[in-house]
């Protein structure tokens, strides 16, 4: 599989694509001002504790306090005399004996803040490096699950195993393979410099206070995402292809010829196609080569995907229609979950299949085309009605998220009022200023679509106004004005109106 990153930059915005097989399968955008903060380590301060929610809100000195859930909390993060996780219970001690108000505790942000929610956080600190991660409140080894060779991961574990710092936890990245015992050794020990300066900034500052930021997206970009599998890494910055190359000479030297300085006077993103790709990928509606498509919803609880055939009619039975349908669509859908960033609860609507057997074909695929998504999804099964229910972590913004902001006018809700409930509203205002008001003349100022549907029906003979003897109503359409706004007010002559630019409607009297 022929894959490439992508990295655009510029002194407003950084955005990262990586392509894989010509198709976009991730894409990371950070602006200035608005940097991520999952992965920062702060010296909080407890503000309050919830037991009937077996969690606290801690100040970090950023606009909301976060979220801190019992189960969350290493008991050596607080204090070394609580009482310990019960593991065999799989339960944590009450909320109330692990922090107190007032309290310090050292956190790292799990999930950005979102929306009126605060950023959630944890005691379980991670410092991942280039090869290993360490977990310095853990004490296990972990192998990467893109490391499938039992051969390595054997090796790998027993390693570890013996160079790991005692009481402390270590995990393997897919990018440990092949590494040497001095090289998983050097790596450790880098991090645990890091860990130690932490700790240090902690015990000398005053909380709240950011104490360790998480790497920069070009760092992050060649840590998590530049290995052996990319072929080439195109930059279309002279500043940032200088600090990228650095970080590669010092991480994986051996990768350094594929790291290219795209010199062009020309948009590199558009030059590769890529902001085409990216429109698609904020689309509500993904077409499938077959013809069939996906339709994307988003709620505040969860996603929805539905499964469509469309202009797919296939041309052996409506079964294997359906079947081929589905299992395109599963592919897709995990790509597309993956660029998208979509996480949380997700809910996969398949078309209808009889048999048991082609839903658990559609299992399969939709397992194995996740494995190539560093995120960690869990597919909880498939119902007789071709229901999928996923999770997937939720660690930052969405892409949609990213790069929309809520409707000002249907406040993010996805709809607006029609033309013709707008008609029946003037309809009631008009009566307002004939009955209620006293007015004799009133003027209906309204969107061209609004107006056209009031014209319309009355045309066709509807009572939708029926004017008193003497009264007369005007309308006077406003392109500028929202469909949901209108304005029906009552003018002392005829004269007024037409002055206003009002035409007279016909009524019936």
């Known amino acids: 599989m022929k894959s490439n990153i992508y990295l655009d930059a510029n002194p407003y915005e950084v955005r990262v694509a990586v392509v894989e097989d010509d198709s976009l399968a991730e894409l990371y955008v950070e602006r200035k001002g608005s940097e991520r903060i999952v992965g920062n380590i702060y010296k909080g301060v407890v503000k309050n504790v919830l037991p009937g929610m077996q969690a606290a809100f801690v100040d970090i000195g950023i606009e909301r306090n976060a979220f801190l859930y019992a189960g969350d909390i290493s008991v050596d993060a607080v204090d070394e005399e609580l009482p310990e996780v019960d593991e065999k219970a799989k339960c944590v001690p009450d909320i109330r004996k692990l922090v107190k108000v007032g309290q310090s505790i050292m956190v790292q942000v799990l999930k950005e803040p979102f929306g009126t929610k605060g950023a959630r956080v944890t005691t379980n600190i991670t410092l991942p490096g280039y090869k290993v991660v360490l977990l310095p409140k853990a004490s296990y080894v972990g192998i990467s699950r893109k490391i499938e060779e ?42 645990m410099d890091i860990y130690r300066d932490i700790h240090t900034i902690y015990d000398s500052c005053k909380a709240p206070k950011l104490i360790h930021s998480e790497e920069n997206i070009y760092y992050r970009t060649v840590r998590d995402a530049f290995s052996s599998d990319i072929d080439g890494f195109y930059i279309s910055s002279r500043e940032a ?119 658990q074909k559609i299992l399969e695929v939709l397992r194995e085309a996740v494995k190539r998504d560093r ?67 009133v003027v209906i100022m309204a969107h061209p679509a609004v107006c056209m549907e009031i014209n319309a029906k009355m045309k066709k003979g509807a009572e939708l106004i029926s004017c008193p003897a003497g009264h007369r109503v005007f309308l006077q359409q406003n392109g500028n004005m929202h469909i949901e706004h209108m304005e029906v007010e009552g003018v002392l002559n005829p004269q007024d109106a037409i002055n206003m630019g009002a035409q007279p409607l016909c009524v019936k009297e």
């Open 241 to 359: 292809y200088d600090y990228v190359t650095s970080l590669v000479t010092a991480m994986n030297p051996s990768l350094l010829s594929r790291v290219k300085f795209f010199d062009a006077h020309y948009d590199m993103f558009e030059y590769h196609g890529l902001e085409a790709r990216i429109d698609k990928a904020l689309a509500r509606r993904v077409w499938l080569k077959s013809g069939g498509y996906l339709v994307f919803d988003s709620a505040e609880a969860l996603t929805v995907i539905d499964v469509n055939t469309g202009k797919f009619v296939g041309t052996n039975s409506l079964q294997d229609t359906i079947l081929k349908t589905n299992m395109e669509a599963a592919e897709e859908i995990a790509r597309q979950i993956r660029l998208r960033d979509i996480s949380g609860i997700i809910v996969v609507d398949f078309i209808d299949m009889e048999d048991p057997c082609n839903r």
């Open 375 to 441: 995120t960690r999804t869990i597919i909880l099964g498939i119902t007789d009605l071709g229901i999928v229910e996923l999770t997937r972590k939720k660690t930052k913004q969405s892409l949609a998220t990213v790069f929309y902001a809520p409707c000002p006018y249907c406040e993010g809700e996805g709809t607006i009022l029609s033309a013709e409930s707008m008609a029946m509203k003037a309809r009631k205002e008009v009566y307002h200023r004939f009955y209620r008001d006293g007015y004799k003349n």
């Open 150 to 191: 039992e051969e390595e991961r054997t090796r790998l574990k027993t390693i570890l195993e013996e160079i790991r710092p005692q009481g402390r936890g270590v995990i393997a990245r897919t990018s440990a393979m092949g590494a040497s015992r001095e090289e998983l050794c050097e790596q450790i020990q880098s991090q």
